[in-house]
């Protein structure tokens, strides 16, 4: 991955405090959970890394520690902490320091390519939507709720779209995402529950209530879909949405395949409406949530 910034910003800094507490209070499985938890949703924070690579030192698993040191490297190829920890630990540190510079100047050209791979891709195109065929699982991007809790429009038109979707082929599993709250319910609270009121089998859904923006749904939605073994995705969010939601989830897919096993998700769009050309300000957030979703802060140390 490209050199990244160490900062630790407010969500970090609790699950590292509480990790710590719990290494110190020998409970290593309970450290492991905590930084897990987050590394769902953030896996290219160098600081939790770092924090897991500690607790398995802690722990007394110094092979599983060294494991943990080359994952860093992957994420921060020039992380002196890893280099030097995986070096003393383990048998030698991984390559050279000019090798290491060469990987760096190499990947430059990739973060371009990945970008104008999207820009200006509202996928006008039908035969970029192909038809949902009920392999895999559907998945629902969350949007805000009224201050009551109560879904606005833009969400329960989506949800209107997977219920559609899934009653013409039924799904294999619905993913229902986003963690903004109003009046003690989560986006996919209320999508929840609205799918159920349109006759899924709540079996059949899976939620994600932790994530906040389109980087973090990824992350999640990527992660609980490689857990559970599904590798096809089919993803609803509004036409507006498309082109930056399908930067960010490419984005994600292939970093969680570079500091992973490598696999790579199938992922393809539900077309709910016209495709639009995509405003200057989404282009800018598109171009934004790229650089965050490969590991970039949006502002040093708040947000990344």
Known sequence: MLLLDSFTGPREAAAVSASASAVYGRRPAEADRLLERELLLDPLNTTLRSAHASAALFAGDTAEAVRRWEVV?????????????????????????????????????????????????PLRASGDAPEWDGRGA???????????????????????????????????????????????RTEADVMRALLVDGGVDPARITIDGRSTDTIENAFAVIGLAAEAGIGRLHVVTSPFHVPRARAVFDTVDEVRGSIGSGARSSISWAMIGPPVEAVEAEETRTRRDVLRAHGFWAFPGYER
């Open 138 to 184: 559907l998945v629902v991007l969350g949007a805000g709720l009224a201050p009551d809790g109560s879904p606005r429009p833009l969400l329960r038109a989506r949800v209107d779209a997977a219920l559609r979707l899934d009653a013409a082929t039924p799904a294999d599993r619905i993913i229902v995402t986003g963690g903004n709250a109003q009046a003690g």
């Open 73 to 121: 490297l992957r994420v921060d190829p020039l992380s002196a902490q890893a280099l030097v920890s995986s070096a003393y630990l383990g048998d030698a540190a991984p390559g050279d320091g000019d090798r290491r510079w060469q990987r760096l100047r190499e990947r430059l050209p990739e973060l371009h390519e990945h970008w104008t791979r999207h820009r200006g891709d």
